[in-house]
């Protein structure tokens, strides 16, 4: 079992940055690939990042290209979303989640098998 706790969400102007983190316990996390996600008022939930176990292959929406980066350190057990440039339309709940299957990042929700709580990102214009 993983347990996931999100942290770094706030309110921010529209330019700004913001980076999340995701904080992992258990032993397996440096084997699963993990994903970001966001789901804002009214919408479906998102896939917005994803990155290996490695950290060397990863995937963004293409709302996100340029403006985002997720990284992992796996001394520490947790996974970041650094969020540069940020817009009105990134406002929504930001989730992480880890996926136990060996391999490249999904961009798929289904293949991802626990879920932190999430924190909410307000970006203000």
């Known amino acids: 079992q993983v347990q996931l706790v999100e942290s770094g969400g706030g309110l921010v102007q529209a330019g700004n940055s913001l980076r999340l983190s995701c904080a992992a316990s258990?032993?397996?996390?440096?084997?699963?690939?993990m994903g970001w996600f966001r789901q804002a008022p009214g919408k479906e939930r998102e896939t917005v990042a994803a990155i290996n176990w490695s950290g060397k292959s990863t995937y963004y929406t293409d709302s996100v290209k340029g403006r985002f980066t997720i990284s992992r350190d796996n001394t520490k057990n947790t996974v970041y979303l650094q969020m540069n440039l940020l817009k009105p339309e990134d406002t929504a709940v930001y989730y992480c989640?880890?996926?136990?299957?060996?391999?490249?990042?999904?961009?798929?929700?289904?293949?991802?098998?626990?879920w932190g709580q999430g924190t909410q990102v307000t970006v203000s214009s």
């Open positions: 258990g032993r397996m996390f440096t084997s699963y690939a």
């Open positions: 989640a880890a996926d136990r299957r060996v391999g490249v990042p999904s961009p798929f929700q289904y293949d991802y098998d626990y």
